[in-house]
């Protein structure tokens, strides 16, 4: 232990080199805050499709434009990052899977699945587009 | 009752089951009820995403002119505006310690999120009824 005597330390933020279990719980959070910001765009989305022919044209032209495909790839696999480890967190909430080996195992699931399916939803939907 | 003497608890306040928090696990349970609904609305609704990607108007008015892309979109709008919230409300209940920032960020995303919801489900229902 680092401060020498053999007992545990407290996980102090700025002195604790936090886990990767504990990096995903945080991204959880964030993708969270961060999906919650894209409902903004959604409802934009609708409600322009609601409105009018050029409104919609206005929605659609800023998610095609570079900056708009920019935060639909962030929130894609924010989306994908928060479903994966969503159902992970179901697991957990049914009792299950609470060995560090269990853990480990599923930090590279939630990883592995959350990142495959961003790309392939990326080469899927430029293929199509 | 004998076998667990160590509860401190009344048994009025043991029926209610509402703990320290007052309301119990509704919050808790209210949170994995909408994520368990947005598994498969999420996949419906990256899917539709995909198929109408670029989609002129007229194209994505036929495709919320049927009921079941209607009903789907309205329940995935519904729902993820439901999560949000819950998660934000979690969110900002852990991180704003100053009462007056909490209750006011807790009342603007509860208002916002009400608004945005609302907003949603009538341009579905605006572009299903062709009004």
């Given at each position: 232990?680092?401060?020498?005597?053999?007992?545990?330390?407290?996980?102090?933020?700025?002195?604790?080199?936090?886990?990767?279990t504990a990096i995903l719980s945080i991204t959880h959070r964030i993708t969270g805050v961060g999906l919650a910001v894209g409902t903004l765009l959604l409802t934009w989305w609708l409600v322009a499709a609601a409105v009018s022919p050029e409104a919609f044209a206005r929605a659609q032209g800023f998610i095609g434009s570079g900056f708009g495909l920019l935060l639909m790839f962030g929130w894609s696999a924010a989306l994908y990052y928060h479903l994966c480890n969503g159902i992970r967190h179901l697991v957990w909430d049914a009792g299950k899977s609470f060995e560090l080996s269990d853990a480990d195992r599923n930090n590279r699931i939630v990883l592995g699945a959350a990142a495959a399916l961003t790309v392939l939803t990326w080469i899927v939907g430029l293929a199509v587009w | 009752m004998a076998s667990n003497t160590s509860d401190l608890r009344s048994p009025l306040a043991r029926v209610r089951g509402l703990g320290s928090a007052k309301d119990g696990t509704e919050h808790w349970w209210g949170q994995r009820l909408s994520a368990m609904a947005l598994v498969p609305l999420t996949i419906w609704f990256v899917f539709g995403v995909i198929r109408h990607l670029g989609a002129d108007y007229t194209a994505f008015h036929a495709w919320m002119k049927s009921p079941f892309s209607a009903v789907m979109m309205i329940l995935t709008a519904v729902v993820t505006f439901h999560h949000a919230h819950s998660g934000l409300q979690v969110v900002i209940e852990d991180y704003v310690h100053v009462e007056w920032q909490k209750l006011a960020l807790l009342i603007a995303v509860k208002f916002l999120s009400f608004a945005l919801a609302a907003a949603c489900v009538l341009a579905v229902a605006k572009i299903f009824i062709g009004a």
């Open positions: 232990m680092a401060n020498g005597s053999g007992r545990p330390l407290s996980p102090h933020l700025q002195v604790y080199k936090l886990p990767l | -």
